[in-house]
């Protein structure tokens, strides 16, 4: 809060943070609406009758507190405003004809008085073209920079906290998000993030706070009102991802609606059928259809886990219904008081209630997500090894046939299988043992993975058949890592190494399918067996 004041106070000149000073300057004033006689001594805030197309001129002499470093300052609610002094015009906002909105926005005015300006007449001219916002004033007041200024924040002290909250929690979830997006494999971190940025300036600027760091609060309040038409768009992005089905379903149904919020808006505006206030209202309908829908799926969801009595509700859930509640009764405020000093104040509060449910949801459901996986892929390992060996099993090697047979056919051309069966395993076990039989196998598996583990997959098929499975796009590759491994056996003199052996390689010609390639190389692996036999005296 320290660090926010100080930015607001440092952007000016000669601002004392400790003495400013400021009172209240609505007496004394003379009123005239649409050119009619002036009403003296008129009551702050002053409310006249209400019509399109009025001015509100209101009139005073100022006095002694006419000096250098005092500021009187009133609040500008949609109107066109001119501030003379004398004959001189030393204020105006709401003139800019070029800019995207016909209307202006909301701002706080601040008009510098000189030495000389005492005995002089000061007035204020305000032209509202909308009913709504014609022939009202809220109070003036008149001090120092420092004064006024520390009276607005301190105004807007719940919202500026709010939106500094806010503006943490988007900190803490972006670092968040760039700590475990390859860990939870979705987005959702990223769009509450995007959504948390939104909601910060859109909050901000509704404190006024906004304008203290642009010179031009006209563009402010367009860059907000663009801001807000796209704001439900990140969240329903966010909720487009969501495990529940119809949470997901209704969110990407609904993420249409402020697209074609922003694109009708700014039509209209570009073209002058509506002004900000105007467009107000549709942005405010579209909202309310996103929330009333994002509303009844979460109710209708929390009714079902209850039915079925299924776990807790959700605080994600909680945070919804909050929300919405609060948004309303915001909305119902902006349109029942036409001079509101906070409309978002409510909605501020209901908005960091929701983030801060929906970032312990997220973050929580993330971390159950990563366990349960972890331990899904534990089973699965488990489930598709061999205890012996640590090479793939039958199981993962059917596994992995079907995955390669679901390929397109031309990405077959590189495919190789080898099939391998070790020799005199069982007189192994008979005269030394089944201990000595496990460490011949899983010695035999090793020289195997040493030559073809980092190119291809190895499986143990059975007691001593194993299968070389490369599904490669050079054969080449394969058939040379081949020639390695029978010179190894070859010029090392491995006398603990053997095996019959066949291999073959998908040919467009031969092979329908990679289980005529397996079928080859398994007849060729047995053809080989039967020629150990033959050398060894057996048939």
């Not at 003296?40 to 197309?53: D, H």
């Not at 007035?123 to 006024?148: C, D, H, M």
């Not at 149904?253 to 570009?270: C, E, K």
């Not at 692996?525 to 060894?536: D, G, L, T, V």
Request: proline share 2%; aromatic share 12%.
């Amino acid at each position: 809060m320290m660090v926010l004041l100080a930015c607001v106070f440092g952007s000016y000149d000669n601002v004392r943070l400790h003495s400013g000073e400021f009172r209240d300057y609505s007496s004394g004033w003379a009123a005239s609406i649409n050119g009619g006689e002036f009403e003296k001594s008129v009551l702050m805030p002053y409310r006249g009758p209400k019509s399109a197309e009025s001015t509100l001129i209101m009139k005073k002499k100022l006095g002694k507190e006419a000096t250098v470093g005092n500021f009187i300052m009133f609040r500008i609610v949609h109107t066109i405003t001119h501030v003379y002094i004398g004959d001189e015009e030393v204020y105006s906002f709401g003139t800019n004809t070029s800019r995207l909105f016909p209307l202006p926005g909301c701002a706080w005015a601040m008009i510098p008085l000189e030495d000389g300006y005492a005995g002089k007449e000061i007035v204020l001219n305000l032209f509202s073209p909308e009913k709504k916002y014609s022939a009202s004033l809220s109070r003036i007041y008149i001090g120092t920079q420092g004064g006024l200024i520390g009276f607005l924040l301190k105004q807007n002290k719940l919202g500026i906290f709010t939106s500094v909250m806010i503006a943490i929690s988007a900190l803490f979830m972006f670092v968040a998000w760039l700590l475990t997006r390859r860990l939870f494999k979705n987005n959702r971190l990223f769009y509450l993030v995007v959504f948390e940025a939104g909601v910060f300036i859109w909050s901000l600027n509704e404190t006024y706070v906004m304008q203290f760091f642009m010179n031009n609060m006209e563009l402010s309040s367009v860059l907000t009102f663009e801001i807000l038409m796209l704001l439900p768009m990140p969240l329903l992005l966010y909720y487009a991802e969501s495990s529940t089905r119809e949470i997901a379903r209704m969110s990407r149904m609904l993420a249409v609606i402020p697209v074609v919020n922003f694109i009708v808006n700014n039509f209209l505006h570009i073209t002058g059928a509506v002004d900000l206030s105007n467009s107000l209202i549709i942005t405010h309908l579209s909202i309310l259809i996103c929330s009333a829908g994002m509303l009844y799926v979460h109710v209708r969801y929390l009714k079902k886990r209850r039915s079925q009595g299924t776990g807790d509700i959700s605080p994600g859930s909680v945070g919804v219904v909050i929300l919405v509640a609060l948004m309303l009764l915001d909305m119902i405020r902006y349109y029942t008081i036409s001079n509101y000093l906070d409309t978002a104040e409510y909605s501020r509060l209901g908005m960091l209630i929701f983030i801060l449910c929906l970032a312990y949801e997220t973050l929580s459901s993330g971390f159950r997500f990563v366990v349960t996986t972890k331990q899904a892929d534990v089973y699965r390992q488990l489930a598709f090894t061999d205890n012996l060996t640590g090479v793939g099993n039958r199981q993962a090697y059917e596994e992995r046939l079907r995955e390669l047979d679901a390929d397109d056919y031309e990405n077959m051309t590189g495919f190789c299988a080898a099939m391998l069966d070790l020799n005199n395993l069982k007189r192994t076990n008979d005269t030394l043992g089944h201990a000595e039989g496990d460490r011949y196998i899983i010695s035999s598996a090793k020289f195997v993975v040493d030559h073809f583990g980092k190119i291809a997959d190895i499986y143990r098929l059975g007691g001593d058949e194993f299968a070389v499975v490369y599904a490669g796009k050079e054969k080449k590759e394969f058939f040379d890592e081949e020639k390695r491994m029978f010179a190894d056996i070859a010029n090392n003199g491995r006398t603990d190494i053997n095996f019959s052996y066949g291999s073959a390689f998908f040919d467009v010609l031969l092979d329908r399918n990679i289980g005529d390639t397996i079928k080859r190389a398994d007849e060729r692996m047995y053809e080989a067996k039967r020629k150990y036999k033959q050398s060894m005296g057996k048939e």
